[in-house]
């Protein structure tokens, strides 16, 4: 009443109200609402303004989750041209990506995933204009658009399209852990964008081409509709009707190209389709030419399985030396989160049998690709994991007689993997650092004193180490000294037997326990001075880590994170715990693992750690 029928605010809460009702499912009360505020912001603003086009896609995608997509595509082309002339990324990307959905629901791939790649691409460039917004906001900003890129992944994987999905993929996971590490000066990942194949690319510019022109009459005319008519001069108002004129006739020019667009993916055929996905398979340093190269070079077939969760299903993308295998398992989102809960659970109980939760989440992600790896000689395994899979060991996963580490040695596969070149120093130096005292927060770890003495050989008359090294206990053990040794080439291995306390949020909130009683976080491990150099560390282990499991929203990134950052940092590979050990036979198996690696240099470190597990 206070604001008038009219007026633009108003067309705002009936947006919002509109919205309200939609997720109650009350659409046929929501779309006169839809309907009233799209009136009254075009008469408010004109046709052309940033809000219709909101306006309209709020309208279209109604129309769509009732069913009238014929309805709802001419309101989403028209939208479209609007952010697009109007410069307004945040509109755009909302709308390509509905368009994406609205073809895939036509059944028409190849044109849904060409829109979910103007989206993730148009996301991209919204995520670097955040690049001096606080780290939270580009989480969350993240988070509530995440879904696009596994939607697209999701498409592209269905299609048979794995390389790109695999891009897809490593983008998201590039942008995970930028916004977790917040790293000053790293690339940002937030450049890369989802490639497009030649067929892709030619539409891509028969639209650019109207588009710009549209986008640049729309920036003429901005100002120009700012001066009050009744204070225009008779050149502003010629020039004004021109554009205005312009502006229409390439409006309807763009939304022909849209419709021809449409018409060219229909007419795409199988075979040239499958040609164009070959070629983008071929694309150097692609995930298969990656395996092959793992393969060769650790005399150890190896594959890559990468899984994708969706609110209905996981994806589970497998790559061996020779080919891509998709298969998938049909559980919700929850359900399999608390599957997860469950086995995290079992696993914490030294009473409880973890075997039975196991066996549900084997079936769940290892099952539909066990043939697979069976018939590709598959021995070891690379696994790239996905929300709050991150909180579980796969090698506790049970197929009814066998745990997964009894088949295959395992390494998890992150965003910083790639980053780093694959080492296994012939022989082994190390630096050991450990606490054993108890302090506000942290049990004791007594048995810390053996674990170190009996890895680390201290000399020629030592009878219990088995590598050659340093050890710094309890006092000795400062930020000073951790990076004195770290940055001494004499060393290959860091072997920190403390606790590490892992938290959800970002690298400022886990932190690792020190011998003195001050705490290290994750951050200052990274930036302090002086930086750590580990290019000449072949393994970092960390024996007393513990992965907090997080709450119902956390979804396992500071798992990833924590490897990320030794990594980032050179080194060639990282162990680590997920929860609180006990800490005498954590002692056996790190003595265990390095005499292996002693006496069989030929083993990857998955293989010596796999032997040492097995041999607990």
Not at 78 to 93: H, M, R, V, Y
Not at 240 to 245: E, F
Request: charge should be negative; proline fraction near 5%.
């Amino acid at each position: 009443q206070a604001l008038g029928p009219q007026h633009p605010s108003v067309a705002t809460y009936l947006n919002n109200l509109a919205g309200l009702l939609e997720t109650t499912g009350h659409y046929a009360e929501a779309e006169p609402l839809n309907r009233r505020a799209l009136a009254i912001r075009e008469q408010a603003f004109g046709p052309e303004h940033p809000d219709v086009a909101t306006s309209l896609n709020s309208l279209a995608f109604l129309l769509q989750t009732t069913g009238r997509t014929g309805e709802a595509e001419p309101l989403y082309r028209e939208a479209l041209a609007i952010a697009d002339q109007a410069g307004e990324p945040e509109t755009l990307w909302n709308v390509q990506g509905n368009l994406s959905t609205l073809y895939a629901a036509q059944q028409s791939p190849a044109l849904a995933i060409f829109y979910g790649k103007q989206a993730i691409n148009t996301l991209q460039a919204v995520r670097q204009g955040l690049a001096a917004a606080e780290q939270a906001t580009q989480q969350a900003f993240l988070k509530t658009k995440e879904l696009y890129y596994k939607d697209l992944a999701n498409l592209l994987i269905q299609a048979g399209r794995h390389a790109e999905a695999q891009q897809v993929l490593d983008m998201l996971k590039e942008s995970e852990l930028y916004d977790y590490l917040q790293e000053p000066g790293a690339e940002d990942p937030r450049r890369t964008l989802a490639a497009l194949n030649a067929f892709e690319h030619e539409r891509a510019e028969e639209y650019r081409r109207i588009a710009g022109r549209l986008a640049a009459v729309g920036r003429e005319l901005a100002p120009l509709t700012q001066i009050l008519p009744e204070v225009r001069t008779p050149e502003e108002r010629e020039r004004i009707a021109a554009l205005q004129a312009k502006r229409e006739a390439l409006a309807a020019e763009l939304d022909r190209t849209l419709g021809q667009i449409k018409a060219a993916f229909a007419e795409l055929t199988d075979e040239r389709q499958a040609a164009l996905t070959a070629e983008m398979n071929e694309v150097p340093g692609n995930k298969r030419e990656r395996v092959r190269a793992l393969s060769e070079a650790s005399g150890s077939p190896t594959a890559l399985v990468q899984y994708l969760v969706l609110d209905d299903k996981v994806d589970i993308l497998l790559t061996t030396p020779e080919h891509w295998i998709a298969r998938e398992s049909r559980i919700e989102r929850t359900r399999l989160n608390d599957e997860i809960d469950t086995l995290r659970q079992a696993l914490d109980r030294p009473g409880t049998d973890p075997r039975p939760a196991a066996e549900t989440l084997y079936r769940l992600l290892v099952a539909p690709i066990a043939p697979d790896l069976a018939a590709a000689g598959t021995r070891s395994l690379l696994v790239q994991l996905d929300g709050r899979l991150r909180y579980i060991p796969l090698a506790a996963l049970y197929d009814g007689e066998h745990y997964l580490v009894e088949r295959f040695p395992l390494a998890v596969y992150t965003a910083a993997s790639e980053r780093t070149e694959s080492s296994d120093t012939a022989s082994w130096r190390v630096a050991g650092f450990g606490t054993t005292q108890p302090f506000p927060g942290f049990s004791a770890l007594p048995a810390v004193k053996a674990e170190l003495e009996g890895i680390v050989r201290r000399g020629p008359d030592d009878p219990d180490g088995v590598l050659p090294g340093s050890v710094h206990l309890d006092g000795k053990f400062t930020e000073a000294e951790l990076r004195t040794e770290a940055a001494d080439s004499q060393y290959s291995v860091l072997h920190l037997a403390t606790h590490f306390d892992l938290r959800p949020g970002n690298d400022s909130q886990s932190s690792l326990l020190l011998g003195d009683s001050k705490r290290l976080s994750l951050r200052a491990l990274r930036e302090s001075e002086p930086k750590l150099d580990l290019r000449h560390i072949d393994l970092f282990t960390l024996s007393a880590c513990n992965t907090a499991l997080g709450g119902a929203n956390a979804e396992g990134a500071e798992v990833e994170g924590m490897g990320s950052v030794v990594q980032r940092q050179g080194a060639k590979g990282v162990i680590a715990s997920l929860w609180p050990v006990a800490d005498a036979s954590t002692g056996e198996l790190m003595q265990t693992l390095y005499r292996l690696r002693r006496d069989r240099p030929e083993l990857t470190k998955a293989e010596t750690l796999r032997e040492a597990q097995l041999l607990l």
